[in-house]
């Protein structure tokens, strides 16, 4: 659709350990997002970018961070994982030409 | 700020049967509005928009939405209740530009249906 993807699909890791999730997009959009999926919360933004360099907290931001260096990715780390962070994380882009967003596939991350 | 809330995390409805999904939100400027479904292991698929122009809004897969301003709802309904249409439900909300179009989402409505 809006060429998204994320990476890895499946991850697990060790509590302490620092891990990176990639999305990609391939269509030069300006915002990109990375929200959390929790049962019982919906999902819940982590953080988001408005532009190269550009980013800003969402309301979960706490124990991650994010860059994004070039317009087509937007990584989000985890600086050191703990088990409160297994979760489904979803990179999403917003378009211009609906003004819709757009949801990657998803990365399931657990931290044993 | 905005927020938006889903009443009934669980519904069951018959197939054949109408599906309402209910939705309520709130923003300080006109809002986005959006319907969201998640079937197992997938991610999320738009089913429908409202960005401010017709007040009843027309998805995917029969589903359609009404944006009532005066009771800040943006409820989903389908006439008729399909197996298929099994899945987890999302009702999200976006104040455009003010907030860096950030995208506020309900907890979720899982909808159930029986044969």
């Known amino acids: 659709d809006a060429g998204i993807t994320q990476s890895p699909r499946h991850k697990v890791t060790e509590t302490g350990t620092p891990v990176t999730l990639r999305c990609h997009q391939t269509?030069?959009?300006?915002?990109m997002y990375w929200y959390r999926q929790d049962p019982g919360h919906g999902l819940r933004l982590i953080h988001y970018?408005?532009?190269?360099?550009?980013?800003d907290k969402g309301e979960v931001s706490d124990g991650y961070s994010v860059s994004r260096s070039k317009t087509e990715d937007f990584l989000l780390t985890l600086e050191s994982a703990t088990s409160s962070q297994t979760s489904v994380y979803f990179c999403?882009?917003?378009?211009?030409?609906?003004?819709?967003?757009?949801f990657g596939s998803g990365t399931r991350l657990t931290v044993v | 700020a905005q927020s938006v809330t889903q009443l009934g995390s669980h519904v069951s409805v018959s197939e054949g049967a109408l599906v309402l999904l209910r939705c309520n939100y709130s923003?300080?400027?006109?809002?986005?509005l959006f319907w969201y479904v998640q079937y197992p292991n997938q991610g999320l698929q738009l089913l429908l928009k409202?960005?401010?122009?017709?007040?009843l809004v027309k998805g995917i897969n029969g589903f359609e939405a009404e944006f009532k301003k005066s009771e800040t709802s943006f409820h989903l309904t389908k006439p008729s209740a399909h197996m298929s249409d099994a899945a987890e439900y999302f009702c999200?909300?976006?104040?455009?530009?003010?907030?860096?179009?950030?995208?506020?989402f309900g907890e979720g409505t899982q909808l159930t249906v029986n044969p």
């Open positions: 999403a882009i917003r378009r211009t030409d609906y003004y819709g967003y757009t």
């Open positions: 269509e030069n959009h300006r915002y």
């Open positions: 970018s408005y532009g190269v360099k550009d980013t």
């Open positions: 923003s300080s400027v006109p809002p986005y």
């Open positions: 409202y960005t401010s122009a017709a007040t």
């Open positions: 999200a909300v976006s104040d455009g530009e003010t907030s860096g179009s950030r995208l506020t």
